[in-house]
């Protein structure tokens, strides 16, 4: 039974959650303020955080922050509707997806399964995919430069693994939102982008300013072989 932790000041909305999740089979711990939470997060007895962005005090961006320094627990973010910049700067501060509040409970049932799923994949263990010098190890769910490990979220990991297993072509967004988000691609939606650009970002820092992964404008992505 997986383990939720919901960090969400509204106690009304947050019990109403929990309700609903723990009749989907989760075992759902609440708390109500950022600290709490990040208390929590840091304990290391949760199998995902959903973590909503206003907050009284200490946000759910600065929450996010603070717990990607010590983990890498995947992180649904709860945004309100019209909050793109929240977005974006949740997915760059490391969230692996978000839903827009107000949520249907489904929707948000959903998009945990899928991101859970991403953690206990069954890709066929076997031989490491290895593109120039990257190295993605799908049995361990772990990045390589060379031999340099790369610290990448349920989601970016998923991202270059897709990337890794059709180095040399074209994955468009949308089949990498599928694939790696669980869900379509929908109008206005950066979240595919913004991954794509921390993982950039991230390849980059151990590998000295190389850039591996391609865009195709309005098309999609792919992992450059060399």
């Not at 390589?144 to 074209?170: M, N, Q, R």
């Amino acid at each position: 039974m997986s383990k939720l932790l919901l960090i969400d000041d509204d106690v009304e909305l947050a019990n109403m959650l929990k309700e609903f999740l723990t009749q989907e089979g989760f075992t759902v711990t609440t708390a109500h303020d950022g600290l709490t939470g990040e208390q929590y997060v840091l304990a290391g007895k949760f199998d995902l955080v959903i973590l909503d962005v206003m907050m009284p005090g200490q946000d759910g961006l600065q929450t996010l922050r603070n717990v990607r320094q010590h983990s890498d627990i995947p992180v649904l973010m709860l945004t309100a509707k019209d909050d793109n910049e929240g977005r974006i700067e949740g997915l760059e501060g490391g969230a692996d997806d978000y839903v827009q509040k107000p949520c249907l409970p489904r929707e948000l049932v959903a998009r945990i399964r899928a991101i859970l799923r991403r953690q206990t994949s069954d890709t066929p263990k076997g031989n490491d995919i290895v593109v120039g010098q990257l190295v993605v190890s799908s049995e361990r769910r772990k990045v390589f430069w060379v031999d340099k490990p790369i610290v990448f979220t349920s989601t970016e990991f998923s991202l270059i693994e897709i990337l890794a297993k059709h180095a040399g072509t074209i994955v468009s967004k949308e089949d990498l939102s599928v694939k790696a988000l669980g869900r379509p691609l929908v109008k206005y939606d950066r979240s595919i982008d913004v991954h794509l650009s921390s993982i950039r970002q991230k390849i980059s820092e151990v590998s000295g300013g190389v850039n591996v992964i391609q865009t195709i404008y309005r098309v999609g992505y792919q992992l450059v072989r060399e």
